[in-house]
């Protein structure tokens, strides 16, 4: 079957320049809140994503699906497939630009069923930058590495203000998140 998919990205853009503290390939990456539900450990029904640094513009993520994650019995719901995804994009941008950003636009195609039980692995990729705009992309692999692609993902973040959370955020959660994050080298700009 074809698929028109359009130009990606849509506009022209400059490399994305990675921040000099960005975490070393092959490093690790926890949770960026522990409340969050795609990667936090605090939730007991989140996602529970784990990412690791990869080479050249990549971040690697993880995502087991569980019966929490149902939408047909024994599949994984779809939305929920794409916050999975979010969560993954969302990492591959602030883990190597160290600036906050947040989602303005998530296209999601789904190509095969992902059941429960499977993990997906999801490569994400910064495509680069046009000002604020930043585009990135990623493909989420069905069981193993190299397994069949089951989704493909593009989006839009838009670098913002810290401003952003604090004004339309938790303030209390705000504070955690950034006393927690002092013990942590690769949340800190
Ligand atoms: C070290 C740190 C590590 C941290 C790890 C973190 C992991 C995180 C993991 C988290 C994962 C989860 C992540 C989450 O869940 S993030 C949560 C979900 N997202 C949101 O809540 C965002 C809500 N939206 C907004 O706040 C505003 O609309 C934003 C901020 C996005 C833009 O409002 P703002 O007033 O600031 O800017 P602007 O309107 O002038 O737009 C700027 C430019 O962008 C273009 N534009 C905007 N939207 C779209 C669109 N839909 N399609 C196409 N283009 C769009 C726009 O045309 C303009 O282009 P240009 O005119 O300049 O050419």
Excluded at 1 to 15: C, H, I, L
Excluded at 64 to 93: K, M, N, S, Y
Excluded at 177 to 186: E, F, G, N, T, Y
């Amino acid at each position: 079957m074809s698929r028109n998919v359009p130009d990606w990205p849509p506009v022209d853009v400059e490399p994305v320049p990675v921040h000099p503290k960005a975490p070393q390939a092959g490093t690790k990456l926890g949770p960026h809140y522990s409340e969050c539900f795609g990667c936090g450990d605090e939730v007991p029904t989140g996602l529970r994503l784990q990412s690791t640094m990869g080479d050249e513009h990549t971040v690697h993520s993880q995502f087991t699906v569980t019966a929490a994650h149902q939408g047909a019995p024994g599949l994984a719901h779809g939305g929920l497939l794409a916050a999975a995804f979010d969560e993954a994009l969302g990492a591959t941008v602030g883990y190597q630009l160290r600036k906050p950003a947040v989602t303005g636009r998530l296209e999601t195609d789904f190509l095969r069923p992902v059941p429960v039980g499977s993990t997906l692995f999801i490569v994400g990729k910064l495509d680069g930058m046009a000002g604020r705009k930043v585009y990135v992309s990623a493909n989420g692999h069905l069981d193993a590495e190299d397994g069949p692609i089951a989704l493909r993902a593009r989006a839009l973040f838009v670098i913002v203000a810290v401003e952003h959370f604090t004004t339309h955020g938790d303030k209390d959660a705000i504070a955690k998140l950034s006393a927690s994050s002092q013990k942590r080298p690769d949340l800190n700009p």
